[in-house]
Nanobody, 118 residues
């Protein structure tokens, strides 16, 4: 029912992997005509920060803290965005949010919790 919705969060051990999924409602949030698809995260007591972004052109950029470990991708046929998270660290613990910018509109999901702990 939500226009943008995340899933795939959970509890993993350091060094583990997790794949987050972002499902966008195609009629209102068609990724084919979206200029930006991104993952943000917010840890307790911290500001929300950009983790990874993929532009409509396909170009990507990552936060320094996750580059080399995380990969953002999209599946236009499924109208979904993914975040593959490898070599997870305790510092990656946060609520992860999907964001899509389409024309003048910015859409946010409700977030999914990722906890990295031994």
């Amino acid at each position: 029912q939500a226009l943008v919705e995340e899933s795939g969060g959970g509890l993993v051990q350091p060094g583990g992997s997790l794949r987050l999924s972002c499902t966008a409602e195609r009629t209102s949030v068609n990724l084919l005509t979206s200029s930006s698809m991104a993952w943000y995260r917010q840890a307790p007591g911290q500001q929300r920060e950009l983790v990874a972004r993929i532009l409509g052109s396909g170009a990507t950029n990552y936060a320094t803290s996750v580059e080399g470990r995380f990969t953002i991708s999209r599946d236009l046929a499924a109208n979904m965005v993914y975040l593959q998270m490898n070599s997870l660290k305790p510092e990656d613990t946060a609520v992860y949010y999907c964001n899509v910018v389409r024309f003048e509109n910015s859409y946010w999901g409700q977030g999914t919790q990722v906890s990295v702990s031994s």
